[in-house]
């Protein structure tokens, strides 16, 4: 369905051999097509703006070398301005200097935020910490059960109260529980919301007051479209995430949706979700991501 | 506004709203190539005039008939699609949707909690449920119900499914063979299947869409979470690239948040910023 970037840029620069600068003319012709291979990858549609102007900038004034095409040479511009985006390295887990770490988990319905407290319970264990889960969805049928029957596969405590009381009682109850409980690492389940659900962004806020998370992760699925934009910007602006949690990296997704958060919001994606199974979790490598979003 | 034909840009205008509402650039691309050239045949300078013209070329791609063939006794519907997308959600909202006695399907048996979860969607509704324990053959439980259905005289058995990436083959193939399980119980079943897509996905909808049809023969999109912020343009793109129709619309986590999808009213919510 979709050539390769490189592909592209090949037939794009037919012709063009040896050394001396790109003429306008095919600045232009890659810029397209690199504008093209950027939409539909679902990189937003003004950070592509922004992107292929920095792109022909760079292609205007650069000289094409002997060693690489010019197709390989645009290649390599694009390659470096796309890792620029993503941050450089990625990050690691970090815990709270006084115990236990308190993670909020939030984003839109659906997108794997009970499946991931599970797989960050595990990645903490295995990192020699005492997990602890608490169920703070009190509104889709049977979230509390998931999250307890997650729980109970893996060995790691859940706290619950039912659906009666509020999501913000039942999360601070449960940091303390824990606290008592002797657990250091507590992750918050929260519900699946919209970001127009004036309501339910309130509660969220509110969830995260009474906790005081040591972080709060935004749960992104990596299919999202040109929206993504506009739902990390919200949800920064409630829960004011210090990292992202990109879900569904098993499936073939481009991702054009993790360049255009990361660009907008200047929050690192922190960890990747690629499968249903709770092992199926690590760090983000915004190195990867590049090549994936361009088929490369 | 609109000067002419040569208003390039306008046309910039439109392919951003088109772009930015996840229609992709193929039906993007389609859409203003056809619009030009009826500007410049027919001289239009009315900006309102276009955007009319507009809606009528969306609609022309989104126009299908939405309603689900329920003529059958019991009618199986089958709902399939990624995870997470609105799949049991959009089943128990059926169940009140539909006419007469419905009967569901607990065909998720892997997911935690999946059973439970449509369990509470029977007991909200008051239909019955047929579920076996989790991890047990979808298949099974697939033939279970049906023979359940028939035996105890339902109208209309709705079989949730596990979510799956359209890419995972070991997955589709188990789909194609509760398909055929169901198939075999009750020849001409599943009469509808349904696929759940994400108003908020992007590009990859058009590899679900097809896939999915590939595999499961595909009857009608349900639209899902439209109540967002999204306009749900990749569903324009399926139905011109996969030839699937939208027959309805999720706008919301209740039984009332189920409608029959109205091709005109999608079409000018997309150009509602032009
Ligand atoms: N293939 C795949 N499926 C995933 C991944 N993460 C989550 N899922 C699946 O996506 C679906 C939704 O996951 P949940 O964890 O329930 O999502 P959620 O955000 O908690 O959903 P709500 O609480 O309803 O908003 C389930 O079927 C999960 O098994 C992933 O990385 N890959
Ligand atoms: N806001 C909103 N939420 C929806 C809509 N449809 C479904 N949901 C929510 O989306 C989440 C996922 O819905 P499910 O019905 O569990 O999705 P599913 O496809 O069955 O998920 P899996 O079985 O895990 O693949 C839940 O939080 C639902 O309440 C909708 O139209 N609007
Ligand atoms: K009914
Ligand atoms: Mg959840
Ligand atoms: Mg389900």
């Known amino acids: ?296 | 506004e609109f000067k002419d034909a040569e208003d390039e840009e306008f046309w910039e205008r439109v392919e951003e709203i088109l772009i930015t509402s996840d229609v992709g650039v193929p039906t993007t691309a389609k859409l203003v190539a056809e619009l030009e050239q009826e500007a410049l045949e027919r001289n239009i300078t009315s900006g309102r005039v276009l955007r009319e013209l507009m809606i009528e070329h969306a609609v022309r791609i989104l126009d299908k008939p939405v309603e689900l063939d329920i003529s059958h006794k019991p009618t199986v519907l089958l709902m399939v699609g990624v995870n997470g997308t609105g799949k049991t959600t959009n089943i128990g909202k059926l169940v009140s949707f539909l006419p007469g006695k419905t009967m569901l399907a607990a065909g998720d048996t892997f997911r935690a909690a999946a059973i439970e979860q449509l369990q509470s969607w029977g007991e909200r509704t008051g239909a019955a449920v047929v579920a076996r324990e989790r991890g047990a053959d979808s298949a099974a439980v697939a033939h279970d119900a049906v023979e359940a259905a028939k035996a105890e005289g339902a109208d209309v058995l709705l079989i949730d499914t596990a979510g799956r990436l359209h890419t995972k083959m070991n997955l589709m193939a188990e789909l194609d063979k509760v398909k055929r399980v169901i198939e075999r119980q009750l020849p001409g079943a599943p009469h509808e299947v349904l696929l759940t897509v994400d108003a908020t996905t992007g590009q990859n909808g058009l590899r679900q869409a097809k896939l999915f049809h590939e595999v499961a023969g595909v009857t009608g999109i349900i639209l899902t979470k439209l109540d967002g912020t999204a306009k749900g343009g990749i569903a324009l793109a399926i139905a011109n690239e996969v030839g699937v129709p939208i027959k309805m619309i999720s706008v919301g986590e209740q039984i009332g948040d189920l409608h029959p999808f109205e091709a005109r009213e999608f079409a000018q919510a997309l150009f509602g910023d032009l």
């Open chain 1, 1 to 296: 369905m979709f050539d390769t970037l490189s592909d592209r840029l090949g037939k794009a620069l037919e012709g063009v051999r040896g050394s001396g600068n790109l003429t306008e003319d095919q600045v232009k012709k890659v810029t397209r097509e690199i504008r093209l291979a950027l939409l539909e990858a679902d990189v937003n549609y003004a950070v592509v703006k922004e992107f292929v102007g920095n792109v022909r900038e760079r292609a205007t004034g650069s000289e094409v070398s002997k060693a690489l095409s010019p197709g390989q040479q645009i290649v390599k511009i694009v390659n470096e301005e796309l890792a620029n985006l993503m941050g450089g390295t990625s990050s690691k887990l970090s815990f709270a200097s006084r115990p236990p770490t308190v993670v909020m988990l939030a984003g839109l319905n659906g997108h794997g935020k009970t499946t991931t407290a599970g797989k960050l319970a595990l990645f903490a264990r295995k990192q020699g910490k005492t997990p602890y889960l608490v169920a703070c969805d009190t509104y889709r049928p049977a979230a509390i059960e998931q999250l307890q029957q997650i729980g109970r596969e893996l060995g790691v405590p859940v706290y619950a109260e039912g659906t009666e009381p509020s999501p913000e009682e039942i999360a601070e109850r449960g940091v303390k529980a824990a606290r008592d409980g002797g657990y250091d690492f507590v992750i918050v389940d929260t519900a699946g919301r919209q970001v127009v659900d004036q309501n339910l962004m309130d509660e969220i806020k509110r969830v995260r007051g009474a906790v005081r998370p040591h972080s709060v992760l935004l749960v992104l699925d990596v299919v999202t479209g040109q929206n993504a934009v506009e739902i990390a910007e919200v949800f920064k602006e409630y829960v004011d995430y210090d990292g992202m949690v990109l879900t569904k990296l098993d499936g073939d997704a481009r991702g054009g949706a993790a360049l255009s958060v990361v660009s907008v919001t200047e929050r690192p994606i922190k960890f990747a979700s690629e499968g249903e199974k709770m092992s199926e979790f690590d760090y983000f490598y915004p190195d990867r991501m590049a090549g994936r979003i361009l088929g490369m």
